[in-house]
Every structure is written in structure tokens, then in C-alpha cells.
């Protein structure tokens, strides 16, 4: 048998049969084990049988909304390479995590939705991902009101993709990512809502930003939302943000408010070559930021693409012209059009783009609706 999918749910709910079917699968060498629970009842969860963590043969592991209870042996999972847990419960042990992880030795790819303690059920409050075989780490942890102190720390040497996505530990801990490629950062490192503002006193939440940015500061493909965007506003104010001297491709989601300090971050990507922005349309006040040129600009930025854009819009027209204006060696400006209704109006645009001063004169502009 190469693989097993097990999805039941209220009606078909039968703990003593389900555990046995996986005791069976994995007795019979299972490759792939693909196991979903029901979500109606957030309060109950079937435990996985513990053979699970002794399995020779298992390649790939998914568990959603389930649980799973803290091995009474050492876990040996010597063929797994990808493991899923979703919503996945746990007892007795903080750092029952670390102990699966270190029993899997060619373990690649991991993805971890971290569950919302409710029902009086534990969730992992110290989270350790420490392997020197890790290439991908997806974590998911999104804030919710609890009184509880959570921490994670990520120690892998290979890694290579990370997507970042917790709003709920208070301590974040980054470290040897010297492998690190590609970034997608969407956290506010719990300084807006659970956790502490970000407040020039406030040394440590300042020391952990300081650090996590430092870590990832050799990567060379970075995502970043708007909200975590705005965390490095206030850091900015407060101390540097790190250089990342590496990155070539950037994508970030910016907002009218936002032109100051996106141009401060673009300081910090002295060799940024593709540069993407999701721009939304806010009720917030523009910032009168647009008169300081990053070192980008003036020597490596060669593609701008800026999405959602809408045409006669005041500071999305200022964002176009600042661009053309101040890019030394663009070769291309994509515009992405919000409003398919101008669809017919390329001639109209097309006009007007061409009363704007352009630095570059190689520079192709591409409308896209």
C-alpha cells in the first residue's frame, strides 16, 4: 500500500476503527498518509495511534484537526520528506514538536498551521524547528485573544523558502539561514494588538525585529505585506533597518500612507533589480515622501510593475512619475489597471504617460488591464 487518505467526520466518527486503520497502514509500509478530521466540534480531536512515529516507509505526512500525543520513544521517520500538520493538538510535552523533528532526518518540506487555544486544549506554546535537512517552512499562527506566552525558533542551515505568517509569539528567534532564498512576510511580531506596541524604550520587541531582519538578510526573493510594512515604519523611526545587500526581487504591498517609508526600505536594497507593488487606495492622508531617491534607483532597478493601479488616481499617477522620472536604468514599467472600464482609453493613456519626464530612455511602458 503507497498511500492512504482517511476524512471523516461527526457521522462516520468511530475512534476505535479509525486508529486502526492507521496502525494497519503503517504496519504495511505506507508511503503516504493523509489524515483529515471533522471541525464541527472544535473541542474533540482522535489521537493518532503512536506507531506513526516509527515508520521506515513513510514519505509525506498530513494531519489536519487532529491530535497527536507525545511519543513515549524516540521518533524514527528516516524516509519522511514532507509533513503537513494543520489545527493538530497536543498534550504533555511543550516540546513535542522538536522531538518529531529531530526523527526526521531528510525531512524537506514542513508546513505548520498552528491552532488557537481554546477548549481548555493545549496548543505548543515553544515551538522549535531545528534540522539540517529543512529546505521549505511554511508557519501559520495568526493572533487570537490568549493569555498564554508563546515563542518560536527557527534553526536551519538548508532552508530556503520561508513564509512567515505568526502574530502571536512574543519572543521570535531566527538563526543560521545562510541558504535562505525566498521570503513571505506577513507577521506584525506581536507589538499591535496582543503584544506591546513598538515604543523607543522597548529594547527587547526592538532587539527581536533587529535580529529576525538581520537573519534574513541574505535572501534574494522577499514578499512583505502591508501590516508588516507598517511594523518597520516604526522601526525605522527608532533604529536602521538592515541592508539586504542580495535582494533582487521585491514584493510589497504599499498603501498612499505608506511613500516614505517605502522608499526607506528601498535605501536598504542598494541592488534591487525587479521591484513589485500591490497598491491599494486608502481614506488614509498621503505622506509627502516622493523627493528622496534610493541608491536603487540610480543603479540597478531595471523592472517597476505596480498592480491595482487606477488611473487619475492622484498618488498612484505621483508613483508612476516618480519612477520614470528618477530610474537611471529601467527598462520596463508594467501598469497594471484596476478599472477594466478603460479598457478602450489606451490611446488616452498612452498620452498622458507621454508628458511624463522619463530618466531612462530605454524604459518600455506596458499597460495591462
Known amino acids: 500500500m503507497r498511500k492512504f487518505k482517511l476524512k ?132 501559520t499562527f495568526e493572533y487570537s485573544v490568549s493569555c498564554t506566552y508563546f515563542s518560536v525558533e527557527i534553526d536551519a542551515p538548508r532552508l530556503e523558502y520561508l513564509n512567515f505568517n505568526d502574530d502571536q509569539s512574543d519572543t521570535i528567534v531566527v538563526k543560521n539561514m545562510t541558504s535562505l532564498s525566498m521570503i513571505d512576510i506577513d507577521s506584525e511580531f506581536n507589538v499591535k494588538f496582543g503584544g506591546s506596541r513598538l515604543e523607543p524604550g522597548d529594547l527587547r520587541k526592538r532587539d527581536i525585529i533587529r535580529d529576525f531582519l538581520t537573519a534574513i538578510s541574505c535572501v534574494r526573493h522577499m514578499i512583505i505585506s502591508r501590516r508588516t510594512l507598517e511594523v518597520l515604519d516604526r522601526y525605522s523611526k527608532l533604529v536602521p533597518i538592515p541592508k539586504f545587500d542580495n535582494l533582487y526581487r521585491l514584493q510589497a504591498a504599499v498603501s498612499r500612507s505608506m511613500l516614505q517609508l517605502l522608499l526607506v526600505f528601498l535605501e536598504s536594497c542598494p541592488n534591487l533589480e525587479n521591484l513589485i507593488l500591490d497598491f491599494t487606495v486608502s481614506t488614509e492622508p498621503e505622506q509627502d515622501g516622493l523627493t ?78
Open 292 to 369: 528622496y531617491v534610493p541608491q536603487c534607483l540610480l543603479s540597478s532597478l531595471e523592472c517597476v510593475e505596480i498592480r491595482e493601479l487606477i488611473m487619475g488616481e492622484e498618488t498612484g499617477e505621483k508613483l508612476v512619475r516618480y519612477f520614470l522620472k528618477n530610474s537611471v536604468v529601467l527598462k520596463k514599467l508594467i501598469l497594471r489597471l484596476e478599472d477594466s472600464s478603460i479598457a478602450n482609453q489606451d490611446s488616452d493613456i498612452f498620452k498622458e504617460l507621454s508628458t511624463f519626464t522619463k530618466r531612462s530612455r530605454s524604459c518600455e511602458v506596458i499597460i495591462i488591464h
Open 8 to 139: 471523516y467526520d461527526e457521522y462516520t466518527y468511530d475512534d476505535d476503527r479509525l486508529a486502526g486503520w492507521v496502525v494497519t497502514t503503517v504496519d504495511r509500509g505506507i508511503q503516504h498518509l493523509d489524515a483529515k478530521g471533522f471541525e464541527t466540534n472544535m473541542c474533540v480531536r482522535e489521537f493518532m495511534p503512536q506507531n506513526i512515529y516509527k515508520c521506515n516507509t513513510l514519505v509525506s505526512l498530513m494531519l489536519v484537526t487532529v491530535g497527536i500525543e507525545n511519543p513515549e520513544f524516540v521518533v524514527s521517520l528516516p524516509s519522511l520528506k514532507i509533513m503537513h500538520l494543520e489545527d493538530v493538538w497536543y498534550y504533555d510535552d511543550p516540546l513535542i514538536m522538536e522531538k518529531i523533528i529531530s526523527g526526521c532526518p531528510v525531512l524537506e518540506d514542513f508546513v505548520l498551521i498552528r491552532p488557537i487555544d481554546f477548549c481548555n486544549l493545549d496548543v505548543l506554546q515553544f515551538l522549535r524547528v531545528r534540522s539540517l535537512s529543512l529546505r521549505s517552512f511554511r508557519l
